[in-house]
Every structure is written in structure tokens, then in C-alpha cells.
């Protein structure tokens, strides 16, 4: 089960990488930034047929996020069913924030993705959205007046940085790396990883909503 959360956290990261790396077009041009949209519509063209190559992706997406989700609740379930009377007295134990909120912080970033999915690619509860017009759809998404928005986004983007650092060190144990040296090389990693992120994520609604994209 360890090995299987590795992986597909694995995978995610990875897709956040390519994710974070299309977002920063913004910053290039309105018309990259579209063409980029477009491009992934044709993902795998002349090959696969229009939105093929895009489904694709997709269901392996929604395949890790289930493998991640039902390996942690498995996990958790193991882990209670392995001391079914709690301590009479627990000290208390010396973690990172990120690692005591690894399980808040999923929920909240499953809440996230949903919503995420339901605002820029259907348009659900984008009051404003126009299809095939995602420069402008993002624009109008971390307007100042939808602050409320933006402030759920950053929240949601913070809480996924709390989630990369502790679960990047995790599997990089799960994964091989248990000496001393090795674990506190995982914590850099982890770190830097999470920071990259993190960072990347953010700098579009801060460049949206302070007018330095627009």
C-alpha cells in the first residue's frame, strides 16, 4: 500500500510540474498562453483523434488520485485496527505541521480539484467563462472582486505545498531512502519541491490580481 501511495503521489507530482509549466505561459503572451490550451486539445495528433491524447491523461490522472486516496485510507484503517485501544497517555510528538495535517490537507485538496474542474475547464461557476478563451477566463477568475476566490485558490495552493513536503519525504523513504544522510537529503528534496511549486502555482492569481497580468 506504501509503495502504491508512492508511486501515484509520484505521478501527480509530476503532472503538477507539466500543469505549473503550462500556467507560467500567462506571463508570455495571451496568445501562447491560448495556443498552449488549444495544443492540449490536440495532444497526440495526427495519431490520436481530437481530445483523445487529452482523455488519456485524464483517466491516468483520476487513476492515481483514486490508487493515492484508497492506499491512504487503507493505511489509516490498518494503522487504528493495529491498536484498537488508545493510550491511556500519549506523549506528545515532535512533527511538522505538514505531517499533522497530511490528512486535513488532502480533503481539502480534493475539494480543490473539484472545484477547480468546475470553474476553469467546464465553466460550471465561472460566471464569466467563454470557451476556448482561457487567457480571459483566468483573468476574470482572480479579478480583485473575486477575491474570495483567489483567497480559496492560495489556501488550496499553500495546503497542497504543506501536502508535497511531508508526502515527497515520505515516499522517498518508502522508496529506499532510510539512513540518516538519506532522509535528510528526502526533507531538501521535499522541500525544494514543495517551494518550486508552490511558488509557481501562486504567482498567477498574485500577477492577476495586482494588475501585472491583465
Do not use: C
Amino acid at each position: 500500500m506504501k509503495i502504491i501511495m508512492a508511486v501515484s503521489g509520484a505521478v501527480l507530482v509530476l503532472y503538477l510540474f507539466a500543469h505549473m509549466a503550462g500556467n507560467l505561459k500567462i506571463f508570455v503572451s495571451a496568445a501562447d498562453f491560448d495556443h498552449y490550451a488549444h495544443w492540449l486539445r490536440e495532444l497526440g495528433a495526427p495519431v490520436l483523434p481530437h481530445q483523445w491524447g487529452l482523455w488519456i491523461v485524464r483517466i491516468g490522472l483520476t487513476v492515481a488520485i483514486i490508487a493515492h486516496i484508497v492506499s491512504a485510507t487503507l493505511l489509516t484503517i490498518r494503522a487504528r485496527k493495529a491498536r484498537p485501544v488508545k493510550y491511556a497517555h500519549r506523549p506528545k510528538v515532535q512533527g511538522s505541521y505538514a505531517a499533522r495535517t497530511m490528512r486535513w490537507g488532502g480533503v481539502i485538496i480534493l475539494l480543490f480539484v473539484i472545484y477547480h474542474i468546475l470553474d476553469l475547464t467546464t465553466g460550471t461557476v465561472h460566471p464569466d467563462f467563454a470557451e476556448g478563451e482561457v487567457y480571459n477566463n483566468v483573468v476574470a477568475d482572480f479579478a480583485p472582486e473575486r477575491w474570495y476566490v483567489t483567497l480559496f485558490y492560495v489556501v488550496s495552493v499553500i495546503a497542497v505545498g504543506f501536502h508535497l513536503r511531508h508526502g515527497i519525504w515520505s515516499a522517498l523513504r518508502t522508496l529506499g531512502q532510510q539512513s540518516a544522510r538519506g532522509q535528510r537529503i528526502a526533507r531538501a528534496v521535499a522541500l525544494a519541491i514543495s517551494l518550486v511549486l508552490t511558488a509557481g502555482f501562486l504567482s498567477v492569481p498574485f500577477a492577476v490580481t495586482t494588475g501585472l497580468v491583465g
